[in-house]
C-alpha cells in the first residue's frame, strides 16, 4: 500500500499545524490572512471525485470545523475556500478568512501585493491560535 506523500511545494509554503480524520491541516506562511490548507491524506487524490463517498463527508465535516472555528476566533467578513490545483496537483483546500480592510479586499488572496511571511514567534502563535481554537 502506498503512503500519503506531501507535495514538495505545498511543504514549503505552508507549516503542519494539526492531522485530523482525513486531512492534515497546514497554515499557509503568510501573516496577512489567517489561511490554512487542508489536505487529505490520501495518496494520488487529485481531484475531489477521487475521494470515496465516506471520505468526501469527512472532508466537507473538516471544512465546516475550519469555517466555524474562524468564524469564531477572527470574526471574519467573509470566509473563502477555494480548491483550484493548477499549479499543485495533489488535490488541497484554501480556507482564507477575509476582513474587508485586508491588505487585497476583495480580491483573491493569491498573486496580490506579496507574501509576508511569519515572524517565528508569529507563527507559533498562530498554531497554538489554531491547535487550540479548531
Excluded at 16 to 27: N, S
Excluded at 96 to 115: E, M, N, Q, S, T
Aim: net charge neutral; hydrophobic share 45%; proline share 6%.
Amino acid at each position: 500500500m502506498e503512503r500519503f506523500a506531501l507535495d514538495p511545494r505545498l511543504a514549503a509554503d505552508t507549516e503542519w499545524v494539526t492531522d485530523w480524520a482525513l486531512c492534515t491541516v497546514r497554515l499557509m506562511n503568510d501573516a496577512r490572512f489567517p489561511w490554512v490548507v487542508l489536505i487529505p491524506r490520501r495518496p494520488h487524490v487529485r481531484e475531489l471525485h477521487d475521494l470515496g463517498h465516506g471520505e468526501s463527508l469527512v472532508l466537507l465535516q473538516e471544512l465546516q470545523r475550519v469555517s466555524k472555528g474562524f468564524q469564531r476566533i477572527f470574526e471574519p467578513d467573509k470566509i473563502n475556500i477555494g480548491a483550484l490545483g493548477n499549479i499543485v496537483a495533489q488535490f488541497h483546500i484554501h480556507v482564507v478568512a477575509r476582513r474587508k480592510d485586508d491588505v487585497v479586499w476583495p480580491g483573491p488572496v493569491w498573486g496580490k501585493a506579496g507574501r509576508e511571511p511569519y515572524s517565528e514567534q508569529a507563527r507559533q502563535t498562530m498554531i497554538e491560535t489554531l491547535v487550540t481554537g479548531l
